[in-house]
C-alpha cells in the first residue's frame, strides 16, 4: 500500500458506522473483487453502497453526493484506473474534496504517481491484505467524516 | 403557513438555506445530521418542523426480493412522466452482529441518476429492531423541505416495518408476489391491516391473477370499511404502473387534512425515541437495568404483580435524567450535551 500523509487517529465522536462507495468505472465489467471488497467492508461494520460496473464519473459525483459518503473504492483491474484523475477532479468541482478515494486492484508501478498526485489516498495491489484495507478505509474515512460535520453547519 | 419562499442556489449563503433551496448536496448532509443524531441534529429537526409541509409519502414495503426496488424504480419512472420531482428513500437492514450493511436497492433506480429530479439516499437500519432506521420520519421532513413533491420509502417487511412505516406514511403499498411466502404468513404478520394499496408484482409470471384474487377474497372477510385495492403489475414489464400511480393518489386523498402526515411523522419519532430510550435505560446494569433485575426476581417469587412491577420500573426509567449515563449511578453532570 501507498500513503501520501498519516492521518490522524479516529475518535469517539465517529462511532457510527462509515459510509463507503464501492464502484467501478470504465468498461470492465469484472466485479467479483469489488463484491468481495464490498462484503468484508460490511463485516467491518461500514455501510456500503455498491454499485453495478461501467459508472460513468458523473454517475459516481452524483452517487456520492446523494449518498454523502465518507470513501469511495473504486476497483480497477484493466486500464479503469486511468479515469480515476478525472473523477478526482469531478469530486473536487461537486465540493466532495474530503471525500477519501482509494483504489484496488492492478495497477502498474509507472500508472501510481498520476493517481497519487491526483489526491488518490491508497492504492490497494493484489498482495494487500484485508486488514490492510479495512484499517485505511477506518482511518481516511473517519478524517473523511470529521472534515465534513466539522463546520455543524445546519445549527446555525 | 406562510413561511418566506425558499431562496435559490445562488443566493443562499447557509447550508440550512442551500437544503430549502433543494440543493442535493445540502439535502444529502442534512440526511447525514439527521442519522448521525448529535446536537446539531436537534437544531434542524426544529428548523424543519416549522417549514414542512407538501410532500406526499409513501411507503412501499413487503417481504425480500418481491420487486419493491424494481417497482419503486418503475413508479418514479411514471412520476417523472407527470413532472414531479421525487425522492427515494430505500432502508435496509444493518447486521445486528457487525452494525454494517450492503445497501443494494438503489442499482435497480440507476437510470434516474442522471435526473436532477430524482434524489435517492441508502439507509441502513442502524440496530432498530422495527427494521426501519429511528430517523427516517426526521428525514421526511428534510426532503419535504427540499422542495420534492413525492418521497417513496421503501422497507423489507419484516412483520413490523410494514406496520411501523404506515404510521407514518401518507400511503402505505404492501407488495407481495405469486408464490412467495405463503397467504397465512401475511396474514399473521397483519401486513394487510397496514395496506392502504395491495401489489401483487410479477404479474407476468403465472399464478400472479389467482395471488391477487386470494388476497381479494381474504380482505372480503375482514370487518373493516376501509377496503385496499389490490393491484397486480409487473415492475420489470412496466404493466399496471400508471394504475398504481393513481390508486395511491386516491388513498392519498382519503387521508385527512393538510398538515397531518408531518404531524403523524413527528408523533412516531417521538414514539421511537422513547421506546428505544427506555431500552437504553433498562439495559446494562444502572439503576433502571438493577431495577429491572431485582423486580423480575421479586415478580418471580410472587412477591408483586406483574402490573406493578412494570410500573415500578417505568418509575425507575422515569427517574433517569437524560445527561445521564445508564451505567452512572452518581449526581455528578457527566458533561455531555444529551439534549
Ligand atoms: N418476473 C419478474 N421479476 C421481477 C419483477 N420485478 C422484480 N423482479 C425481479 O425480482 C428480483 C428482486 O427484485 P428487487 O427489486 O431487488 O426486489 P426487492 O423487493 O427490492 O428486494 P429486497 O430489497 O432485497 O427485499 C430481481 O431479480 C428482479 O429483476 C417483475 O415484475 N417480474
Ligand atoms: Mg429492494
Known amino acids: 500500500m501507498n500513503e501520501t500523509s498519516s492521518p490522524p487517529a479516529p475518535t469517539a465522536l465517529d462511532a457510527a458506522p462509515l459510509r463507503v462507495l464501492v464502484t467501478k468505472i470504465g468498461l470492465d465489467g469484472h466485479d467479483r473483487g469489488s463484491r468481495l471488497v464490498a462484503a468484508f467492508l460490511r463485516d467491518a461494520g461500514h455501510e456500503v453502497i455498491y454499485t453495478p460496473p461501467w459508472q460513468q464519473v458523473a454517475d459516481v459525483v452524483t452517487l456520492a453526493v446523494q449518498e454523502d459518503v465518507d470513501v469511495i473504492g473504486v476497483s480497477s483491474l484493466a486500464t479503469d484506473h486511468l479515469i480515476v484523475p478525472d473523477l478526482m477532479d469531478a469530486l473536487r468541482a461537486a465540493g466532495l474534496g474530503h471525500v477519501a478515494v482509494v483504489v484496488g486492484g492492478i495497477v502498474p508501478e509507472q500508472e501510481l504517481p498520476p493517481l497519487l498526485e491526483a489526491g488518490v489516498r491508497a492504492v490497494f495491489g493484489p498482495g494487500s491484505s484485508r486488514d490492510e484495507i479495512v484499517g485505511a478505509v477506518a482511518t481516511w474515512g473517519v478524517e473523511a467524516r470529521t472534515a465534513k460535520l466539522a463546520d455543524g453547519g445546519f445549527a446555525r | 403557513m406562510t413561511a418566506p419562499a425558499a431562496p435559490s442556489v445562488a443566493a443562499a449563503t447557509t447550508a440550512f438555506e442551500r437544503l430549502r433551496a433543494g440543493d442535493p448536496a445540502a439535502l444529502a448532509r442534512a440526511l447525514t445530521v439527521l442519522e448521525t443524531d448529535g446536537a446539531e441534529a436537534d437544531a434542524l429537526r426544529r428548523r424543519l418542523h416549522a417549514l414542512v409541509g407538501s410532500a406526499v409519502v409513501v411507503g412501499v414495503t413487503g417481504p425480500p426480493g418481491v420487486g419493491k426496488s424494481t417497482l419503486v424504480d418503475a413508479y418514479v419512472e411514471a412520476l417523472r412522466r407527470r413532472r414531479r420531482t421525487v425522492a427515494v428513500l430505500a432502508v435496509d437492514p444493518s447486521s445486528p452482529l457487525t452494525g454494517g450493511a450492503v445497501l443494494g436497492d438503489r442499482t435497480r433506480m440507476g437510470q434516474h441518476t442522471s435526473d436532477t429530479g430524482v434524489f435517492v439516499r441508502s439507509i441502513a437500519s442502524r440496530g432498530h429492531v422495527g427494521g426501519l432506521a429511528l430517523s427516517v420520519p426526521a428525514m421526511l421532513d428534510a426532503v419535504d423541505v427540499a422542495g420534492f413533491d413525492d418521497i417513496v420509502v421503501e422497507a423489507v417487511g419484516a412483520g413490523q416495518s410494514e406496520v411501523e412505516i404506515s404510521r407514518f406514511a401518507d400511503?402505505?403499498?404492501?407488495?407481495?408476489?405469486?408464490?412467495?411466502?405463503?397467504?397465512?404468513?401475511?396474514?399473521?404478520?397483519?401486513?394487510?391491516?397496514?395496506?392502504?394499496?395491495?401489489?401483487?408484482?410479477?404479474?407476468?409470471?403465472?399464478?400472479?391473477?389467482?395471488?391477487?384474487?386470494?388476497?381479494?377474497?381474504?380482505?372480503?372477510?375482514?370487518?373493516?370499511?376501509?377496503?385496499?385495492?389490490?393491484?397486480?403489475?409487473?415492475?420489470?414489464?412496466?404493466?399496471?404502473?400508471?394504475?398504481?400511480?393513481?390508486?395511491?393518489?386516491?388513498?392519498?386523498?382519503?387521508?385527512?387534512?393538510?398538515?397531518?402526515?408531518?404531524?403523524?411523522?413527528?408523533?412516531?419519532?417521538?414514539?421511537?425515541?422513547?421506546?428505544?430510550?427506555?431500552?437504553?435505560?433498562?439495559?446494562?446494569?444502572?439503576?433502571?437495568?438493577?431495577?429491572?433485575?431485582?423486580?423480575?426476581?421479586?415478580?418471580?417469587?410472587?412477591?408483586?404483580?406483574?402490573?406493578?412491577?412494570?410500573?415500578?420500573?417505568l418509575t425507575r426509567c422515569a427517574a433517569i435524567r437524560p445527561s445521564q449515563p445508564a451505567d452512572d449511578g452518581g449526581d455528578e453532570p457527566s458533561g455531555r450535551d444529551q439534549r
Do not use: C, F, W, Y
Open chain 2, 171 to 313: 400511503v402505505t403499498v404492501v407488495v407481495g408476489a405469486p408464490g412467495l411466502g405463503d397467504d397465512v404468513q401475511a396474514i399473521k404478520a397483519g401486513i394487510l391491516e397496514v395496506a392502504d394499496v395491495l401489489v401483487v408484482n410479477k404479474g407476468d409470471l403465472p399464478l400472479a391473477d389467482q395471488t391477487a384474487e386470494h388476497l381479494r377474497s381474504m380482505l372480503r372477510l375482514r370487518s373493516t370499511d376501509r377496503v385496499p385495492d389490490v393491484l397486480t403489475v409487473s415492475a420489470t414489464e412496466r404493466r399496471g404502473i400508471d394504475e398504481l400511480v393513481d390508486a395511491v393518489a386516491a388513498a392519498g386523498r382519503d387521508r385527512g387534512e393538510p398538515g397531518a402526515g408531518p404531524r403523524r411523522r413527528a408523533t412516531e419519532l417521538l414514539r421511537q425515541r422513547a421506546l428505544a430510550e427506555v431500552e437504553r435505560r433498562l439495559a446494562g446494569d444502572g439503576l433502571a437495568g438493577a431495577a429491572l433485575a431485582d423486580l423480575g426476581a421479586a415478580v418471580h417469587r410472587g412477591e408483586i404483580s406483574l402490573a406493578d412491577a412494570t410500573e415500578a420500573v
